[in-house]
């Protein structure tokens, strides 16, 4: 079972860690996450560097975002094991977590979650570090079962719709966009990963859409991913930020209604009855637990 916080991640930023102007733009926004990349928004001349100035802009920069978390290289780079070593050295503390990149089996993300306890307690550290896994090749979509599982430090799973669909040979236009295909290109990968989350307690996210001028497109997405039970989609650009928060909200109308069933249902359990008619809709166990999961949306999100 996963020993992790719950955490919001309505919507998480990725902030390239070679740019300061953008580390110290993304630590005044209001969001739920942002994550500071080491990955591919950092050339691999700058990724030495870039570590330092994460380290830096998590010790030295007072952060809005309530979730801070770092990307990492994947397993099968020569910058991975340094990405970790030393932004948990240098800022584990400020941290809390850490986002594997093209995770292709369990193996990879236990690789992570041993380092980590490495870590942990050579330095000391008083938070336990949470994990984030990227689905975004096809062996670890053939894997995602496994690796949901894997690992007691993980908190997520985050569809990443770009590498995937370079992984499966797709012909799509930008990343994030879907190219036409009838009905919905991500339909299978997304429902996939998100029962596997759902399956053993961890959150599904959805990736990025690049076309950061298009808010249209990127509503589009994000609607059809939170009605599939996805928590949060990713931003790249500050202008989606207020989109995805705004998406993966449960509606106040819907949190009014879910909590005047709820207490009418409780009425109707102590008078003995076990389906009513709520404002002319059937309430019953089923749409009870439908309800419960909204209202713990809702009071995650404060609202
Ligand atoms: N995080 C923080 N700040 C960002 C940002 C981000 N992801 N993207 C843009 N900004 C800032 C810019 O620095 C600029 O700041 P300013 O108003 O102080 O000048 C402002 O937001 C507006 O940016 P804009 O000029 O519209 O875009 P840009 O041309 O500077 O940047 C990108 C466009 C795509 C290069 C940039 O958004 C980016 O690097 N995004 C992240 C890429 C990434 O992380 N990829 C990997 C994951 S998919
Ligand atoms: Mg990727």
Not at 40 to 54: F, L
Not at 232 to 243: C, D, M, N
Not at 296 to 301: E, F, K, T
Request: charged fraction near 25%; proline fraction near 5%.
């Amino acid at each position: 079972m996963i020993k992790q916080p719950r955490r919001a991640r309505r919507c998480q930023l990725s902030v390239p860690g070679s740019s300061e102007k953008m580390l110290t733009k993304a630590a005044g926004l209001t969001l739920d996450h942002v994550f500071l990349d080491l990955e591919d928004a950092v050339a691999p001349s700058a990724k030495p560097s870039a570590r330092g100035m994460i380290v830096d802009a998590l010790n030295d920069l007072e952060w809005k975002p309530k979730t801070l978390c770092v990307r990492i290289n994947d397993v099968d780079t020569e910058w991975c094991h340094d990405d970790i070593i030393e932004v948990v050295t240098g800022a584990g503390a400020r941290l809390d977590t850490i986002m594997l990149t093209k995770a292709k089996s369990a193996a990879d993300v236990q690789f992570v979650h041993l380092l980590l306890d490495q870590l942990e307690k050579k330095l000391n550290l008083p938070n336990r570090i949470g994990i984030e896994c990227l689905i975004e090749e096809v062996e670890g979509m053939m894997n995602v079962d496994a690796i949901a599982a894997c690992s007691d430090r993980l908190e997520c799973l985050i569809f990443g719709m770009g590498d995937y669909s370079a992984s499966q040979q797709m012909q799509l236009g930008h990343v994030g966009e879907t190219g036409g295909y009838p009905p919905d290109v991500w339909h299978y990968p997304r429902y996939k990963m998100t029962i596997a989350c759902r399956a053993n307690g961890i959150d599904p996210v959805d990736g990025p859409y690049a076309n950061f001028r298009n808010p249209e497109g990127y509503t589009k997405e994000a609607e059809r991913s939170y009605v599939l039970g996805m928590v949060g989609k990713w931003a790249i650009h500050p202008s989606q930020v207020e989109i995805a928060q705004r998406v993966f909200s449960p509606d106040p109308e819907a949190i009014a209604s879910a909590r005047k069933q709820k207490a009418a249902y409780t009425q109707a359990l102590e008078e003995g009855l076990g389906a009513i008619n709520v404002d002319g809709v059937m309430v019953d166990a089923a749409s009870i637990r439908i309800v419960q999961n909204l209202l713990d949306r809702a009071d995650l999100y404060g609202m």
